[in-house]
């Protein structure tokens, strides 16, 4: 990842991400004895309730941001083994896990084939590969309101197709493969809970360099644009087997 992240506000705005991940959760089938990889735990809300499915497993929450990766581990304690490390790359885990299991992060990675290629090599045969991120279409309406507002960002998100993401999963030596893309609406008790997604969530590239005054009239300024305060998020859905 580019930027480090303001993990304390992630942490007490990300209930749509919580609420899709306990959904992609329920389709990892685990007895309880297992070690799973949770690639990109943000602060392990998600976390927690992957390590209560595995009484007698164990999990590896990987983070690429330092600061996430810390909160994690206030929430889980000892319960969990931490590896900070970066998807981009080979990644130091060995034995291999049984299982790969993640959500919110690969769209923040520009290159799939590599990030599939790194999760295959760390995945026993028969390991499964439960996830999901932004698809196509993802955060369209923000995107486009920032781009109104004459604010772009040259580090782009990875919001890809069903169909290019099946293809590099089997060409990474996954099978059993399923994806498809799910739209989903995220709204904000309140306006400042809104602004602060917007900030660190969704526009935190773009909102880089700003000054503190700048930031806040720009999250002001999109938010004015989205109809109803709502975020049009679109979420890939991956099921995918190690061959």
Same mark, same amino acid.
């Given at each position: 990842?580019?930027?480090?992240?303001?993990?304390?506000?992630?942490?007490?705005?990300?209930?749509?991400?919580?609420?899709?991940?306990?959904?992609?959760?329920?389709?990892?089938?685990?007895?309880?004895?297992?070690?799973?990889?949770? =690639? /990109?735990?943000?602060? /392990?809300?998600?976390? !927690?309730?992957?390590?209560?499915?595995?009484?007698?497993?164990?999990?590896?929450?990987?983070?690429?941001?330092?600061?996430?990766?810390?909160?994690?581990?206030?929430?889980?304690?000892?319960?969990?083994?931490?590896?900070?490390?970066?998807?981009?790359?080979? @990644?130091?885990?060995?034995?291999?896990?049984?299982?790969?299991?993640?959500?919110? *992060?690969?769209?923040?990675?520009?290159?799939?084939?590599?990030?599939?290629?790194? $999760?295959? =090599?760390?995945?026993?045969?028969?390991?499964?590969?439960?996830?999901?991120?932004?698809?196509?279409?993802?955060? #369209?309406?923000?995107? !486009?309101? #920032?781009?109104?507002?004459?604010?772009?960002?040259?580090?782009?998100?990875?919001? #890809?197709?069903?169909?290019?993401?099946?293809?590099?999963?089997?060409?990474?030596?996954?099978?059993?493969?399923? *994806?498809? @893309?799910?739209?989903?609406?995220?709204?904000?008790?309140?306006?400042?809970?809104?602004?602060?997604?917007?900030?660190?969530?969704? @526009?935190?590239?773009?909102?880089?360099?700003?000054?503190?005054?700048?930031?806040?009239?720009?999250?002001?300024?999109?938010?004015?644009?989205?109809?109803?305060?709502?975020?049009?998020?679109?979420? $890939?859905?991956? @099921? !995918?087997?190690?061959?």
């Amino acid at each position: 990842m580019a930027m480090e992240w303001d993990a304390a506000t992630y942490d007490r705005i990300a209930d749509p991400q919580e609420r899709w991940g306990l959904v992609v959760l329920d389709r990892l089938a685990l007895r309880g004895d297992e070690r799973v990889l949770d =690639a /990109g735990c943000g602060t /392990g809300r998600v976390t !927690a309730h992957l390590v209560r499915r595995l009484p007698r497993g164990r999990v590896v929450a990987l983070d690429g941001s330092a600061a996430m990766l810390e909160h994690a581990r206030l929430r889980l304690g000892d319960r969990v083994e931490y590896l900070h490390a970066d998807l981009a790359v080979p @990644l130091p885990i060995d034995p291999p896990v049984d299982a790969v299991f993640s959500t919110a *992060t690969f769209h923040w990675l520009a290159d799939h084939d590599s990030l599939f290629a790194h $999760l295959a =090599a760390i995945v026993r045969p028969g390991g499964a590969l439960v996830a999901q991120c932004g698809g196509e279409g993802n955060v #369209a309406g923000p995107l !486009a309101a #920032a781009e109104a507002l004459g604010v772009t960002s040259d580090l782009a998100r990875n919001f #890809a197709t069903p169909a290019d993401t099946g293809r590099r999963l089997a060409a990474a030596g996954f099978g059993d493969i399923w *994806t498809w @893309l799910q739209p989903e609406s995220a709204t904000f008790a309140t306006r400042e809970d809104l602004e602060a997604f917007l900030l660190t969530v969704v @526009l935190r590239y773009h909102v880089e360099g700003m000054a503190d005054d700048q930031r806040l009239q720009f999250a002001r300024a999109v938010a004015d644009r989205l109809p109803g305060g709502a975020i049009d998020y679109v979420r $890939l859905n991956i @099921l !995918a087997r190690r061959r």
